[in-house]
């Protein structure tokens, strides 16, 4: 039995490799994989797809390094790769974690490895550095809501996006917001400035507003070292 048969058979799971999304996947709709299409699940990744792209688009090295954090299945991961990136995606939630594995070896990206831990752990295990960071739908958890809006996040997660800006060139942020962080249809000038004065990233570029998976404003922000 192959490791795919292996992964498989543990799980109860059938082979049907003409449709990926067969282990519940969350994923966009893949050059590299075949895919059926429906209105229902196009209109589901149809935002992921935009969101991924409008990143490529904005970096220019595509065949660079680059950590994947809270990488999930895979649906970014794999789609850096797919472009010649080298990837390392890290994720700490049990479930996503075999299924990234699976897609790994099943379509041979041998530019991609998937690491289970938690964030700030792995960089603390490693001194490796990255052209690019991918921290996406990641920072909300790390929100500090109590308090007054300039001092946005908890201890924790400013250490993690202060290791962000020291062990990466160029690292795209995506936060939610709280509803009462009111975003008018524009970037969030003073999170641009904790980015900037707090964090220490040289430059800052908000580059659109999307609703996530929950229907909340959230914006990406491309900032450099």
């Not at 950590?67 to 010649?84: L, P």
């Not at 990206?109 to 964030?119: E, L, N, T, Y």
């Not at 603390?124 to 001092?151: A, G, K």
Request: glycine share 6%; aromatic share 14%.
């Amino acid at each position: 039995m192959d490791k795919i048969e292996e992964f498989l058979s543990l799980r109860g799971l059938e082979v049907n490799m003409n449709y990926p999304n067969c282990f519940g996947l969350y994923q966009p709709i893949w050059k590299w994989a075949p895919t059926p299409l429906d209105k229902e699940y196009n209109e589901k990744v149809e935002k992921y797809n935009n969101r991924i792209n409008l990143i490529l688009s904005e970096v220019d090295n595509p065949k660079g390094t680059f950590i994947d954090i809270g990488c999930s299945e895979g649906y970014n991961t794999f789609e850096i790769s797919y472009n010649g990136g080298d990837v390392v995606g890290v994720d700490n939630v049990d479930r996503v974690i075999p299924t990234a594995e699976f897609l790994r070896l099943h379509y041979k990206f041998d530019g991609v490895k998937i690491i289970q831990s938690k964030i700030q752990d792995y960089f603390d295990s490693t001194e490796e550095e990255y052209d690019y960071c991918l921290c996406l739908l990641v920072l909300h958890h790390y929100l500090n809501v109590d308090t007054n809006e300039d001092v946005y996040f908890q201890s924790s997660g400013f250490k993690l996006i202060k290791t962000i800006k020291e062990r990466c060139n160029i690292s795209f942020l995506q936060l939610r917001f709280q509803e009462d962080k009111e975003l008018n249809g524009s970037p969030h000038k003073p999170f641009v400035d904790y980015l900037t004065n707090k964090i220490g990233f040289s430059k800052v570029k908000p580059l659109s507003i999307q609703d996530d998976y929950k229907g909340k404003p959230s914006i990406i922000y491309k900032c450099t070292k």
